[in-house]
């Protein structure tokens, strides 16, 4: 099992609320990425990082930031929650060269906002 | 444009049965196809990887095949388990950037029934 690990698992939130969702990995992987994913849907990269300082946005366009002070930290926030953006949201990581092509995922964040 | 589709979309078997489980594309310049396993409310987990000189690929019960002429991939179950009612995603890398761009299918649901 891969040691990535994503929290919180669920959150509950009303409409206007900051939040962050975090997303820590200690494999030492230099790519980081950010998912949102609906249900019966596919991913969709919403957000990744090549490295410390490095943050890109993804395919979707999300309302979320993201940042990459640390090479294991990648969390991603939301300065005002809105019943759109009720998602489940999975971080992935993986490391540069031979196997740049594996990404490992975490178990997600399903977030509700009321 | 770059896409992945599957097919069925769900599938219900029994206990102890065999399956197949089929992902067209057009995703290129193509690196490599990947299958894997979403457990509900989980984070993906990879099941096979193949490159381009690869047809055929097993973990375990899982065998995992790819023409990459025709585009297709399929992944056959072997004796399937309870445990393997899962969401499963075939998902396309392209060679043309040093992320490594990912393109995910929808997902097959098998519910595998005692």
């Known amino acids: 099992e891969a040691d990535i690990y994503q929290t919180p698992r669920y959150l509950v939130i009303g409409t206007g609320k900051k939040i962050t969702l975090e997303c820590s990995q200690t494999?030492?992987?230099?790519?980081m990425y950010w998912y949102q994913q609906d249900p019966g849907m596919e991913l969709h990269l919403i957000h990744y990082?090549?490295?410390?300082?490095?943050?890109e946005k993804g395919d979707l366009s999300s309302e979320s930031t993201v940042s990459r002070i640390r090479t294991e930290h990648f969390p991603l926030t939301l300065e005002s929650a809105r019943p759109s953006h009720t998602s489940q949201y999975l971080c992935?990581?993986?490391?540069?060269?031979?196997?740049?092509?594996?990404?490992?995922f975490g178990p997600g964040t399903r977030l509700t906002v009321t | 444009k770059n896409q992945v589709e599957q097919s069925p979309q769900s599938l219900i078997i029994l206990e102890g049965k065999n399956c197949t489980l089929q992902?067209?594309?057009?995703?290129?310049?193509?690196?490599?196809l990947r299958w894997y396993k979403q457990d509900t409310g989980r984070g993906p987990v990879s099941l096979t990887i193949m490159t381009f000189s690869e047809n055929t690929k097993s973990n375990g019960r899982y065998t995992a095949t790819l023409d990459a002429d025709t585009k297709q991939s399929s992944l056959h179950i072997t004796a399937s388990q309870l445990s393997d009612s899962a969401s499963y995603i075939c998902?396309?890398?392209?060679?043309?950037?040093?992320?490594?761009?990912?393109?995910f299918g929808r997902g097959t649901q098998l519910t595998v029934w005692p």
């Open positions: 990082s090549y490295g410390v300082n490095s943050t």
């Open positions: 494999m030492g992987h230099d790519k």
């Open positions: 998902v396309v890398s392209d060679r043309g950037s040093t992320l490594g761009r990912l393109y």
């Open positions: 992902c067209n594309y057009t995703v290129s310049p193509f690196s490599n």
């Open positions: 992935a990581s993986s490391t540069t060269g031979e196997l740049s092509y594996e990404q490992y």
